[in-house]
């Protein structure tokens, strides 16, 4: 089966499912609820072949290190970001001298970021400056206003709040633009919301994100908001004139099902397909059973968090793949599958060749456990206090200079210019 069939197969056998069927499937993955049959892990290989994309292999990475004449990133080699759509063809395009831009969000419903919310704006950095893109970042205040319980007013303070980490993880300003849909969506944005919304049925939206009868309409009309990102008209002070750009998105899989749905419609209304290429989840300290959860502070390794802080979450909740006894260690070793401090060593250590090591010598007993979550506990608190110099790097102006569209009014095409002329 090509691509272009095992994708519309995914979406037509996505729409067909009940929410009754869902609650009965061993796995649960969509933008709100990640969960794996009684705990388990995620199994990314059925949820390859449920959503219709495909494994990033090894020939891409390569080919990104060619066409950029850079390493590829950690979360490339290491499988991090292990999925993709059409990734190809954007690689096909960038060959060709033809630019793209890059969309990527967040969800600003916490006051601080934990590190699996870092993941997907730290590739997009990278992304960014290999390819010397443009990259528009959406804060979906509206979002967390129809699913959880705060108010507007809350939502927004959130957004700004989230803006100033997000732009500490070294984004070209220049060519970033950040936007909060409150006070964005309107005029174009709003038009490709609605051509959108009429090509998209009450029936494949049940289908594709498990609504049911009981919900809001707020969370029926969401989904056509996160899709029109992907157009380049829905920016027309970036892109005008450039309706043919494609658009590359990275971002974790559980937010696939968007963009099913928006490679559905897009052939019809004039415009590419986006292409994705999407990470694994992040696992909490407790276990790989999921994605990390931000309703609980010990699950996770905040922004925020002091030094103290990372090593008591690690050396008191970090699932080990040790065994009870030293003995038993020295002669059984680590269980490195469920081993929660070699899995964030695994995202975090830039040095293949020690965390290879790492891994040979706690997997055959001759290190202990104690000795890998001290080196997890300098790896995080060296990226925990570089993000917090950045943070506080963030000036006003600086954010004002990204946070166009909510930080300030009354813009001209001129502030622009240099988002515009990364694609000259």
Same mark, same amino acid.
């Given at each position: 089966?090509? %691509? $272009?069939?095992?994708?519309?197969?995914?979406?037509?056998?996505?729409?067909?499912?009940?929410?009754?069927?869902?609650?009965?499937?061993?796995?649960?993955?969509?933008?709100?609820?990640?969960?794996?049959?009684?705990?388990?892990?995620?199994?990314?290989?059925?949820?390859?072949?449920?959503?219709?994309?495909?494994?990033?292999?090894?020939?891409?990475?390569?080919?990104?290190?060619?066409?950029?004449?850079?390493?590829?990133?950690?979360?490339?080699?290491?499988?991090?970001?292990?999925?993709?759509?059409?990734?190809?063809?954007?690689?096909?395009?960038?060959?060709?001298?033809?630019?793209?831009?890059?969309?990527?969000?967040? %969800?600003?419903?916490?006051?601080?970021?934990? #590190?699996?919310?870092?993941?997907?704006?730290?590739?997009?950095?990278?992304?960014?400056?290999?390819?010397?893109?443009?990259?528009?970042?959406? #804060?979906?205040?509206?979002?967390?206003?129809?699913?959880?319980?705060?108010?507007?007013?809350?939502?927004?303070?959130?957004?700004?709040?989230?803006?100033?980490?997000?732009?500490?993880? %070294? *984004?070209?300003?220049?060519?970033? *633009?950040?936007?909060?849909?409150?006070?964005?969506? %309107?005029?174009?944005?709003?038009?490709?919301?609605?051509e959108i919304s009429k090509r998209v049925t009450c029936n494949q939206v049940v289908g594709i994100f498990g609504f049911i009868g009981e919900?809001?309409? @707020?969370?029926?009309?969401?989904?056509?908001?996160?899709?029109?990102?992907?157009?380049?008209?829905?920016?027309?002070?970036?892109?005008?004139?450039?309706?043919?750009?494609?658009?590359?998105?990275?971002?974790?899989?559980?937010?696939?099902?968007?963009?099913?749905?928006?490679?559905?419609?897009?052939?019809?209304?004039?415009?590419?397909?986006?292409?994705?290429?999407?990470?694994? *989840?992040?696992?909490?300290?407790?276990g790989e059973t999921g994605k990390m959860s931000a309703s609980d502070p010990n699950s996770a390794i905040y922004v925020t968090d002091s030094?103290?802080?990372?090593?008591?979450?690690?050396? $008191?909740?970090?699932?080990?793949?040790?065994?009870?006894?030293?003995?038993?260690?020295?002669?059984?070793?680590?269980?490195?599958?469920?081993?929660?401090?070699?899995?964030? #060593?695994?995202?975090?250590?830039?040095?293949?060749?020690?965390?290879?090591?790492?891994?040979?010598?706690?997997?055959? @007993?001759?290190?202990?456990?104690?000795?890998?979550?001290?080196?997890?506990?300098?790896?995080?608190?060296?990226?925990?206090?570089?993000?917090?110099?950045?943070?506080?790097?963030?000036?006003?102006?600086?954010?004002?200079?990204?946070?166009?569209?909510?930080?300030?009014?009354?813009?001209?095409?001129?502030?622009?210019?240099?988002?515009?002329?990364?694609?000259?």
């Amino acid at each position: 089966m090509d %691509g $272009k069939a095992a994708e519309i197969g995914a979406l037509l056998a996505n729409e067909n499912e009940t929410q009754q069927d869902k609650d009965q499937e061993e796995q649960v993955v969509n933008p709100w609820e990640v969960s794996a049959k009684e705990g388990g892990k995620i199994d990314y290989d059925k949820l390859i072949d449920k959503f219709g994309c495909q494994r990033l292999d090894p020939s891409l990475i390569d080919r990104v290190e060619r066409l950029t004449s850079r390493r590829a990133h950690v979360f490339l080699r290491r499988g991090v970001f292990f999925a993709h759509r059409d990734f190809n063809d954007i690689l096909d395009a960038f060959e060709r001298g033809e630019k793209f831009y890059l969309y990527t969000g967040r %969800g600003p419903s916490s006051e601080a970021l934990h #590190l699996g919310h870092l993941i997907p704006f730290m590739f997009t950095q990278y992304l960014q400056e290999v390819f010397k893109v443009p990259l528009v970042i959406q #804060l979906t205040d509206d979002e967390k206003f129809l699913w959880k319980n705060l108010t507007v007013e809350e939502c927004r303070r959130l957004a700004r709040e989230n803006a100033k980490d997000i732009i500490a993880c %070294g *984004f070209d300003i220049r060519r970033t *633009f950040i936007f909060s849909d409150f006070d964005y969506v %309107g005029g174009a944005f709003y038009r490709n919301m609605v051509e959108i919304s009429k090509r998209v049925t009450c029936n494949q939206v049940v289908g594709i994100f498990g609504f049911i009868g009981e919900d809001h309409i @707020g969370k029926y009309s969401f989904p056509p908001v996160q899709a029109a990102p992907s157009f380049p008209s829905s920016f027309p002070h970036l892109f005008s004139g450039k309706d043919n750009l494609r658009c590359l998105i990275p971002c974790a899989i559980d937010q696939d099902p968007y963009f099913r749905m928006t490679r559905d419609v897009a052939p019809r209304i004039g415009y590419h397909k986006p292409a994705l290429i999407e990470s694994l *989840f992040f696992p909490a300290l407790q276990g790989e059973t999921g994605k990390m959860s931000a309703s609980d502070p010990n699950s996770a390794i905040y922004v925020t968090d002091s030094e103290k802080d990372i090593k008591n979450k690690i050396n $008191k909740y970090a699932f080990s793949g040790g065994q009870d006894s030293i003995e038993k260690h020295r002669q059984l070793g680590a269980n490195l599958e469920v081993d929660i401090p070699i899995k964030y #060593l695994s995202f975090f250590l830039e040095d293949d060749t020690e965390l290879e090591h790492t891994k040979k010598e706690y997997g055959a @007993g001759r290190m202990l456990t104690g000795e890998v979550k001290q080196r997890l506990i300098e790896v995080l608190t060296k990226l925990v206090e570089r993000h917090r110099r950045a943070r506080a790097a963030v000036t006003d102006e600086v954010s004002t200079l990204s946070c166009r569209s909510f930080w300030s009014s009354g813009l001209e095409h001129t502030d622009f210019a240099d988002l515009a002329a990364a694609l000259s």
